[in-house]
């Protein structure tokens, strides 16, 4: 396969079936999300919130793409503001594991720690912006509709065109976005795959293992 642009590498993702005897009768397909370029689901996002920040007049050359993250989003935003040719500085909390810090580093983002919680972050990447006029672009993804369009708009039409009646998606949750995103646009309200019937229900699991529906 040939392709003149590495983002046209970013979703459609391929779905396998897995193999287990905890729920008889159940079939369940794993959505293989970390075959995206920078390795994870954020990368759709992440393309999402950086079309939009470089609509026309934002950002200008030479200013820098500022957000916030525990790592998955961090990862993405150096790799393809890379791509892009601007400088990236993300802010991320204790949660970062040392595998992310150095893929960020490597794809030349500049990183600083602070706090245990994205929100901690995300509150200085605001104040650095606002401090600093014109020296960041400053994505916030927490606050920006872009990052669950991203999933209402790709991820949910995908997973209804290859399974038209699925009745629940399941996934892990951080900011919500990836979630929010799949459940609407499966539940009806957004792009339905073709033969589809009732859509699915979105189900995220968080950090201490507690369902939310």
Request: proline share 6%; aromatic share 6%.
């Amino acid at each position: 396969m040939r392709v003149d642009n590495i983002r046209m590498l970013v979703g459609n993702m391929p779905c396998v079936p897995l193999e287990t005897d905890e729920a008889p009768g159940a079939r369940f397909w794993i959505k293989l999300e970390g075959c995206n370029p920078s390795g994870s689901v954020k990368d759709r996002a992440c393309l999402y919130n950086l079309d939009e920040a470089i609509a026309p007049g934002r950002p200008q050359r030479g200013q820098t793409i500022l957000d916030a993250s525990s790592g998955n989003m961090a990862c993405p935003v150096a790799y393809f503001g890379r791509l892009m040719d601007y400088p990236v500085t993300v802010i991320c909390s204790s949660k970062l594991t040392a595998d992310k810090a150095a893929f960020i580093r490597y794809f030349g983002g500049e990183l600083t720690m602070h706090g245990d919680l994205t929100i901690e972050g995300n509150r200085l990447c605001k104040q650095m912006a606002d401090a600093e006029q014109g020296k960041y672009c400053f994505l916030d993804r927490l606050h920006n509709r872009a990052n669950p369009s991203a999933h209402y708009e790709t991820t949910a039409p995908e997973i209804l065109a290859d399974f038209p009646d699925v009745t629940a998606v399941v996934g892990s949750l951080g900011s919500g976005g990836t979630m929010a995103g799949r459940s609407d646009g499966g539940s009806g309200n957004g792009s339905r795959g073709p033969g589809a019937r009732e859509g699915f229900t979105g189900t995220g699991i968080d950090a201490s293992a507690r369902a939310i529906d």
